[in-house]
């Protein structure tokens, strides 16, 4: 008897092992079925020889202990198709061996058959049904015969037996009707297998859109989050957790305003408004690891779909290398426009203060004035002059003198520098330098000597009460900024500002690069005045020009390099340079 839908020659799968565990239970069933039907014979007084009831509970012994031998024996199954088919020609058996020591044709058992064709056609399908009614219509046919005629039990008076002729129309109805079952019991089997193959199909197609959709939000390179209506986030991806530093099952049910406060503000939706298209606002944030980024923000509504609002769509991305380079473009552009200014202007103000001077000192000799007005003379004298070197120092900046790089040797380039530290440290400053022996790199010596001696002596300013100056130099791989350019930054205490040149090495790009570290336990620089100390003329010491960091800058960007700040209020701050083409003596 063939079993469609069951494996071939092979291990049992999980669905033959599903149908097989069902037909044991419906052989159980059939089992406790025969007993409760033998039980009520006797209970209702029906008369039965004894070799009829004997053979009545020998053949219900025999259904249990099939059905849980058979149950022990599913792990060992090689062949489903072959078991099962034994298992409903065996309960076929035990209805004919039922109906037989029951009467045949006056035997209450004979809607077991049912029974058997049904678990057959649920389970193995549409010929496993046709052939379950075949097989239970012969086997009936031979239960009739053999109880009409007495066999295995106590023979029959002439008057008990029926002629041939109307036994044949018993088994007819009979059969026919079992015949019938069977084929009306495969026809809604195939329509049930075909109504649950299209569900299985359409079930696989859901779980891969469903896996997609995972697997695309979990891709993205942008935080997601949705909400509920009630502003509630309902969920997070990884990426969203990277930038925030919170763990998806930490947010859910939290507002928005908890996670990333200020959003709910700047976003229009969340406001109740329709948002405009392709807007995107940023924000600063700081996230659940201590570290200050620029986020990107956009937002729209969750549509659900019978075309409701269902909650909101928040994406968004960290952008902090983006408002970096675009402080540095502004910056760069900035410095243009002044330096164009200063060429202009630098040649008008120069040779009037010069004749101002030269006036000046020519009226005090010559009048030899004395006094209030000799006073006031010199205060023009001086003014004038201090004018002059601020100009000097502002042409200086705005227009350098053009970068002339040469191999230089680090050690002597560092020797004469820490010796003419050494000449002008206080004594209540310690200095500890330590450079790396047998560098050499490609770099403008003097204005790199002026741009170490400038920030040196800012550190010595920033100790008055004294305090240790540290200069470091070794080798590096190539920064942060330049090795994961669109990944993760490493993170600062402060905020880095990277040069145009550097910006020019190709992504992912592996090279020797010199870092220089001034570093000092002074005071420290305030976050609120960071991103304006690389600013012309942006200064906090007394009689400052506010020149002397954008030089260095402007120095550092010139080389291809990149200028980094950490600082900590009254801990001290480390300005770190980083220059590539170092070389390496071996």
């Not at 006797?42 to 004894?50: A, M, T, V």
């Amino acid at each position: 008897m063939a079993l469609d839908g069951m494996p071939r020659e092979s291990d049992l799968d999980e669905q033959a092992e599903r149908r097989l565990v069902w037909l044991m239970g419906g052989r159980l069933f059939l089992a406790l079925s025969s007993l409760v039907i033998a039980a009520g014979l006797d209970g209702i007084g029906r008369e039965l020889s004894d070799e009829a009831r004997n053979g009545i509970y020998w053949t219900v012994t025999f259904a249990f202990f099939a059905a849980v031998l058979s149950g022990t024996a599913l792990g060992r199954i090689r062949n489903p198709m072959r078991f099962a088919s034994a298992q409903i020609a065996t309960d076929v058996a035990i209805v004919t061996s039922l109906v037989h020591f029951s009467g045949g044709r006056e035997s209450v058992f004979t809607f077991l058959y049912v029974l058997v064709i049904l678990y057959g056609a649920l389970l193995f399908h549409s010929r496993t049904a046709i052939g379950a009614a075949g097989l239970s219509v012969a086997a009936y046919g031979f239960a009739l015969l053999t109880a009409n005629e007495g066999w295995g039990l106590r023979p029959r008076a002439p008057s008990q037996q029926i002629e041939f002729g109307r036994l044949l129309a018993v088994w007819v109805v009979q059969g026919g009707g079992l015949f019938a079952i069977g084929a009306l019991a495969g026809l809604l089997s195939r329509e049930l297998q075909r109504t649950g193959a299209a569900l299985e199909s359409r079930t696989s197609d859901l779980r891969q859109l469903r896996d997609l959709h995972r697997a695309t939000i979990d891709s993205i390179m942008s935080g997601l989050l949705t909400t509920d209506p009630d502003g509630r986030i309902s969920s997070f991806n990884p990426e969203a957790v990277r930038i925030t530093g919170l763990g998806a099952q930490e947010v859910m049910g939290l507002e928005l305003e908890d996670v990333i406060p200020g959003a709910t503000g700047i976003l229009p939706s969340l406001g109740g408004l329709a948002p405009p298209p392709n807007l995107r606002t940023r924000l600063r944030y700081l996230n659940h690891n201590g570290e200050t980024l620029h986020l990107g923000l956009a937002d729209s509504i969750l549509w659900g779909e019978d075309g409701t609002a269902q909650g909101h769509v928040v994406i968004f991305q960290d952008v902090t290398d983006v408002v970096a380079m675009e402080s540095d473009l502004t910056r760069s552009e900035r410095l243009a426009a002044v330096g164009e200014l200063a060429a202009k202007i630098a040649h008008e103000i120069r040779n009037p203060l010069a004749s101002i001077s030269g006036s000046v000192q020519i009226l005090e000799s010559d009048l030899d004035v004395a006094g209030e007005s000799k006073r006031l003379m010199g205060i023009v004298v001086r003014e004038a002059d201090r004018l002059s070197n601020l100009i000097t120092d502002f042409l200086r900046y705005a227009r350098p003198a053009p970068t002339v790089p040469v191999t230089v040797d680090v050690d002597e380039l560092f020797a004469d520098l820490i010796h003419m530290i050494e000449n002008n440290l206080p004594e209540n400053v310690k200095l500890h330098g330590e450079v790396q022996p047998g560098l050499r790199v490609a770099c403008d010596a003097d204005q790199l000597s002026q741009t170490l001696w400038n920030l040196a002596t800012n550190a010595i300013q920033a100790m008055p009460d004294g305090g240790h100056l540290g200069i470091d130099v070794h080798v590096r791989l190539a920064p942060a900024s330049q090795e994961q350019r669109g990944g993760d930054r490493e993170a600062s205490q402060g905020s880095p500002t990277s040069g145009a040149g550097a910006s020019e090495l190709p992504t992912g790009a592996k090279m020797d690069w010199l870092e220089i570290e001034i570093s000092d336990t002074g005071c420290g620089i305030p976050e609120d005045v960071r991103d304006d100390i690389f600013e012309p003329f942006f200064t906090t010491k007394q009689g400052g020009t506010g020149l002397g960091l954008p030089t260095v800058h402007r120095i550092v960007e010139n080389h291809g390099g990149e200028l980094q700040l950490d600082s900590q209020p009254g801990a001290g701050s480390t300005f770190r340079i980083c220059l590539p083409g170092v070389e390496v003596n071996s």
